[in-house]
């Protein structure tokens, strides 16, 4: 199988360098920057898993790309999304599947657009990695795994064959029969996460320390919830406890958007809050009230704002 990963940053270099490491037949779609850094340096991982120096791994630039791959995995930022597309477009043949590993649901309808539905499929990853300044993979927990599937249910012979593919790398591998509801479970928890990290500006344990802090947290949570309810995701019980449990436990986990807030970076508001609020209005169904999601998505265009114009 040929895998085309698109990009080498800290999502994308982990997985598919771990896969590169487990022998398998990868290739990184990457700026020539990033190529020279690869050919200098090599694909440097540190991990609880294992460090990984990779000094031969094959490197692409979208202007020298050739079809066609047999699968894409594509771990970019939702606002670089339009620009990913037009790199690996190339590579994408009859039968290549394209693996996304975005949050949220929008960049799925831009990926069905240019593509077809039948190519993209749903997928997620959970990790926490960095690049230092060094520009290696800092993987900074134990966790590590990728999740995927075919978007309307079960497990086709292509969703075997990349999962067995994957087997070996050092990573969790999931083949879903329920991806999408994996997907909306993660943008619940990550929306909330995100959502009340960057508007209290501290991490959970700062945020229940505060008065009201806990119910906040919570009102957040119930309405994120509400929206996946009415667009036909509401969480499974054990889910929901889970996230209830993880918010409300004082622990120093932050969302990386403050991270990039506080590098004076892009964030995803778009992606990860706006397009959950445009999903409140259900065809037919009385529109759901969002304060605390209101606030925090001015919170972060106020914040895009200030950083566009060079204040922040």
């Avoid at 619940?188 to 947290?217: H, K, N, W, Y």
């Avoid at 759901?288 to 704002?305: N, S, T």
């Amino acid at each position: 199988m040929r895998i085309l990963v698109v990009g080498a940053g800290a999502i994308g270099g982990y997985f598919g360098g771990r896969l590169h490491e487990a022998g398998r037949d990868v290739s990184f779609l990457v700026r020539p920057q990033r190529a020279r850094e690869l050919a200098q340096s090599g694909l440097v991982i540190i991990s609880p898993a294992g460090n990984a120096t990779l000094r031969d791994v094959k490197t692409v630039l979208a202007e020298s790309i050739t079809p066609a791959f047999d699968l894409v995995l594509l771990s970019c930022k939702a606002y670089d999304l339009g620009s990913a597309i037009l790199s690996f477009a190339p590579a994408v043949g009859p039968s290549t599947a394209i693996l996304p590993l975005l949050n949220g649901m929008r960049h799925l309808d831009e990926l069905d657009r240019k593509f077809g539905k039948s190519r993209v499929l749903g997928g997620q990853c959970v990790i926490a990695a960095t690049l230092n300044k060094e520009r290696a993979i800092v993987h900074l927990n134990d966790m590590h795994a990728l999740s995927f599937g075919e978007r309307d249910g079960g497990i086709s012979e292509r969703i075997q064959a990349i999962a067995t593919a994957m087997q070996g790398a050092k990573f969790e591998v999931h083949a879903s029969e329920k991806i999408v509801q994996e997907m909306w479970d993660k943008w619940v928890f990550l929306a909330t996460l995100a959502g009340a990290t960057c508007l209290f500006r501290g991490s959970i344990g700062d945020i229940l320390a505060a008065p009201q802090g806990a119910e906040r947290m919570l009102d957040l949570l119930e309405e994120c919830h509400a929206v996946a309810n009415a667009s036909g995701y509401p969480l499974r019980t054990d889910v929901s406890e889970r996230m209830r449990k993880t918010l409300t436990t004082a622990s120093p986990l932050t969302a990386s958007m403050l991270r990039d807030i506080e590098g004076n970076a892009r964030i995803e508001a778009d992606h990860i809050i706006g397009d959950l609020i445009s999903r409140a209005a259900v065809q037919g169904k009385t529109p759901i009230d969002l304060p605390m999601l209101r606030i925090v998505y001015i919170h972060l265009k106020a914040y895009e704002a200030r950083r566009e114009r060079g204040l922040h």
